[in-house]
C-alpha cells in the first residue's frame, strides 16, 4: 500500500479525488502510467515538446500502434495534426502527410464537437472514418478540454477490430486532463519546481535507507526510475535540486557511509577492503578505492587503519 500511496501523492493536484479514486482502484499499471506521463512532462517548455511527448508516451508506456494529437485553431476553427508517434511519425517531430479536420467532420471532429469521448468497435462499419495514413480496425478519440473549452483531440487507432476498452478510455481520458493541464501552466507562464516533500524523492530516500538499494551493483539511474515510474530525466533533475548531487554521487556516497562503517566495526574484520567494497555496492575494486578517496580524501586501507576498533 505505501509503494502505491507514495505515486497517488506524486498525481494529487493534478487529477480530481474523483479520477484518483478510480485509479486507485485500477492500481498497476494505471499508477506507473501516470506517474511516468507526469514526471515526463516536467521539463517541457514548449507545445511541440509536450504533444510529441505525449504522443511518443502513448505508444511506448500503452504499446499502441499509432497515436495522433489534433488542436484547434480558433482562428480558422479547423483540427490540425500537431504531433504524431507511429506510422505517421517520419522522425525529427515531422508528420506525414499532416490533415486537417473540420469541427463535427469524421470521428475526430465529431469528438471535438460534442466535446464526448468515444470508442468506436468497427470503423469498417462507421461512415465518419476518414482514412488517414492506414485503414485500421478500430478509433479511440479523446477530447482535451481546458477550462471548459475543448482545444484539441487526443487520438488512436488500432489494426485489430475491438482493440479499445474502457481502461484504455479512462488513461485516454486522464492523458488528456495532464495535456491540457500542462498547456495551461505554459499559457500562464508557471513553472513547476521540486520541493522537500516531493513523494517521488520521499520514496527515493526511503528505498537507499530502509531497502538499501545502493547495495545493487548494477543500480542506474533508469533502473531506480522504473522502480519508483518516473522518468529517468525527472529523477536526475529531482536528486540534483534536493540533495545537492548527482544521482552516481548520491548513490555513492550511501555506498561509501556503509563501507566506512564496516572498514572500523569489528564483525567486519576478517573482511577485506576489496570485499567490503563489494558487499556495499560497488562493482570493482578500481571503482570503490576512487570514490572512496574522493569523498574521504583518504583510501580505504588508510581508513580502516586509523579508525578501526579491533
Not at 540534483?240 to 572498514?263: K, P, V, W
Request: glycine residues 6%.
Amino acid at each position: 500500500m505505501e509503494e502505491i500511496d507514495f505515486r497517488l501523492k506524486g498525481l494529487a493536484g493534478i487529477f480530481t479525488d474523483q479520477d484518483l479514486t478510480r485509479v486507485l482502484s485500477e492500481r498497476d499499471p494505471v499508477l506507473a502510467i501516470l506517474s511516468y506521463f507526469a514526471t515526463s512532462l516536467f521539463d517541457k517548455n514548449t507545445v511541440n515538446d509536450v504533444l510529441w511527448d505525449i504522443t511518443a508516451n502513448c505508444i511506448a508506456q500503452l504499446e499502441l500502434e499509432d497515436c495522433v494529437i489534433y488542436l484547434l485553431d480558433e482562428k480558422s476553427m479547423l483540427l490540425k495534426q500537431r504531433a504524431a508517434y507511429g506510422h505517421k511519425d517520419q522522425g525529427q517531430r515531422k508528420i506525414l502527410n499532416p490533415i486537417t479536420i473540420s469541427l463535427g467532420e469524421g470521428i475526430v471532429g465529431n469528438v471535438a464537437k460534442t466535446g464526448t469521448a468515444e470508442i468506436v468497435d468497427d470503423v469498417t462499419q462507421d461512415d465518419r472514418y476518414i482514412l488517414d495514413d492506414l485503414q485500421r480496425g478500430s478509433e479511440l478519440t479523446v477530447p482535451i478540454v481546458l477550462e471548459g473549452k475543448v482545444i484539441g483531440v487526443l487520438d488512436t487507432e488500432h489494426s485489430k477490430k475491438h482493440f479499445f476498452t474502457p481502461l484504455h478510455l479512462f488513461l485516454f481520458d486522464l492523458i488528456a486532463q495532464l495535456t491540457a493541464k500542462k498547456l495551461s501552466h505554459l499559457n500562464r507562464g508557471y513553472k513547476l519546481s521540486f520541493t522537500n516533500d516531493n513523494a517521488y524523492y520521499l520514496q527515493l530516500l526511503r528505498l537507499l535507507e530502509n531497502e538499501k538499494i545502493y547495495r545493487d551493483p548494477y543500480l542506474s539511474l533508469g533502473k531506480a526510475a522504473e522502480q519508483l515510474s518516473i522518468s529517468a530525466n525527472y529523477l536526475s533533475q529531482m536528486v540534483n535540486h534536493l540533495s545537492g548531487y548527482s544521482f552516481c554521487d548520491l548513490i555513492n556516497r550511501y555506498r561509501i557511509t556503509e563501507a566506512m562503517q564496516s572498514l572500523s566495526h569489528p564483525d567486519f574484520s576478517d573482511y577485506t577492503v576489496e570485499g567490503i567494497g563489494y558487499e556495499s555496492g560497488f562493482n570493482s575494486p578500481s571503482t570503490f578505492y576512487s570514490a572512496f578517496k574522493k569523498h574521504t580524501g583518504v583510501t580505504p586501507s588508510t581508513y580502516r587503519k586509523h579508525n578501526s576498533s579491533f
